[in-house]
């Protein structure tokens, strides 16, 4: 009988160890922050991103002129109002300004905020599809390290540029926005250290043959009407 017990303690010793070998206890904590990962729903994100909380930060928006004079004189005055994800030399900024529409094209509307009025320096985009993290990055709310990948991180600028072309582009281009009109913008941009060091924003330098006269501040709109 003695010997029937030594088995049995033996034994459930050996599934106790093999099973703690295999079986990973975790906190309640962490694994409701898992299943919430796995919930997670970019559309619903972007929605609730877009709808309730965007708005209060447009009032921080930058002067559009004020940005541009900056890249063109002041690098390191223009990286200090910009937002940036850890080491990246892109900058991202909310811009609010208004500008004579020089032409409009497939890609958006080539606006000039200052004066003379002959050449613009923005690109206010109004294409049917928008690329990259302007809004995203640009309002601040939104932390990369909240999020468990990468992935999910992108999906959110995936979907807040689809309501950017639902609700912000295809109202206005409805108006029949043409060369001539004044519009009114606010929105983000996302500038290179290196685009903007190589080229000025604006056409108020000479074309020379080794680098274009200027290049345009390509801006997504968050908010968009014309005069």
Not at 56 to 73: D, K, P, Q, Y
Not at 91 to 97: P, S, T
Not at 103 to 122: M, Y
Not at 187 to 196: K, L, W
Request: charged share 25%; net charge neutral; hydrophobic share 40%.
């Amino acid at each position: 009988m003695k010997r029937k017990y030594i088995f049995y303690a033996v034994f459930g010793a050996g599934m106790l160890l093999l099973l703690g070998s295999s079986v990973e206890f975790r906190s309640l904590k962490a694994k409701r922050a898992e299943e919430q990962a796995e919930r997670f729903d970019p559309v619903q994100y972007a929605r609730d991103f877009w709808a309730r909380r965007l708005d209060g930060v447009l009032e921080t928006a930058l002067s559009v002129e004020e940005l541009i004079h900056l890249f063109n004189t002041d690098m390191d005055a223009a990286v200090s109002k910009g937002r940036t994800l850890g080491q990246s030399r892109v900058h991202a900024y909310l811009l609010e300004g208004e500008g004579k529409i020089i032409s409009v094209n497939k890609g958006g509307l080539c606006v000039s905020v200052t004066s003379p009025e002959a050449d613009p320096e923005i690109l206010v985009c109004a294409g049917s599809y928008i690329s990259g993290n302007a809004v995203r990055d640009a309002s601040g709310l939104i932390d990369v390290s909240a999020f468990s990948d990468t992935m999910k991180f992108n999906k959110i600028s995936f979907e807040i540029n689809k309501i950017v072309v639902q609700e912000v582009i295809t109202p206005f281009l409805d108006k029949g926005p043409r060369a001539g009109m004044t519009v009114r913008f606010v929105g983000a941009a996302e500038v290179a250290e290196e685009a903007a060091e190589e080229v000025p924003f604006g056409g108020r330098q000479g074309r020379s043959e080794s680098r274009p006269a200027y290049h345009l501040l390509k801006v997504v709109p968050i908010r968009l009407d014309l005069k």
